[in-house]
């Protein structure tokens, strides 16, 4: 059973260029989060999503950024017109439906804003 | 105000001593609490639950206690090892009204010597 995949692992965008980072949870789950790290700091979350569902987003910054979970596919966490401030790891999770919320994490896409 | 709060400090121990690293939180109702393992340059990885109703997990070398009197879940590694040597996240789910909502501790680093 494969686990949390992301890709790009390391994504390099000029300023103003688009940032695309995605995200296949494990097998059988159905809930995902995007969660942003900057060096030397904790885990920031940025939103929840089901399938077609976005259920918190409250994490997430009003402007540049949006996110979506398909029916069909990866989910997407999109950040417009980068700034060099949206360089960090930004770490995708899944779980499977209840209320545990036991998350098991991908390994991170590393974006360099130049 | 709600916040869940962590040791900032590094924590540095001898190699076969005991680790105690503790969670704290304020005004929240909760429902699990988890303890999370990152290592530098990836994603956490999930180690215990605790639900509120539990006093003490148990998993190898790992312990978890969660006191909700005090508020507070102790994370134990009993025969420590330079291999433990990592940062080590608490995170709580939480009743919020019809909901439950997850929130992180920043992390303790942890450093084994050997």
């Known amino acids: 059973n494969a686990g949390v995949m992301q890709n790009p692992r390391h994504l390099v965008r000029r300023r103003g260029q688009e940032a695309r980072l995605r995200c296949s949870p494990m097998?059988?789950?159905?809930?995902v989060y995007w969660y942003r790290q900057l060096p030397e700091e904790g885990l920031k979350f940025m939103v929840y999503l089901q399938k077609e569902n976005i259920i918190d987003e409250s994490g997430m910054p009003k402007e540049r950024f949006s996110a979506e979970f398909p029916k069909e596919g990866p989910s997407i966490l999109r950040i417009q017109q980068v700034v060099r401030g949206d360089s960090a790891a930004y770490f995708c999770?899944?779980?499977?439906?209840?209320?545990?919320?036991?998350?098991?994490f991908g390994p991170g896409t590393r974006l360099t804003v130049t | 105000s709600q916040k869940i709060e962590q040791n900032s400090e590094a924590l540095n121990i001898q190699e076969g001593k005991t680790a105690t690293l503790t969670c704290n939180y304020t005004n929240y109702s909760p429902a699990y609490l988890q303890w999370y393992r990152q290592d530098p340059g990836r994603g956490p990885v999930f180690l215990l639950l605790i639900r509120e109703n539990e006093k003490e997990k148990r998993k190898e070398r790992l312990k978890v206690t969660f006191d909700t009197t005090l508020k507070q879940s102790l994370f134990h590694i009993t025969a420590s090892q330079p291999a433990d040597s990592a940062t080590y996240l608490c995170?709580?789910?939480?009743?919020?009204?019809?909901?439950?909502?997850?929130?992180w501790g920043l992390g303790t680093s942890l450093a084994v010597n050997p």
């Open positions: 999770a899944s779980s499977q439906s209840g209320g545990t919320y036991e998350q098991y």
């Open positions: 097998k059988g789950h159905s809930h």
């Open positions: 995170a709580l789910v939480y009743n919020a009204g019809n909901n439950r909502k997850l929130i």
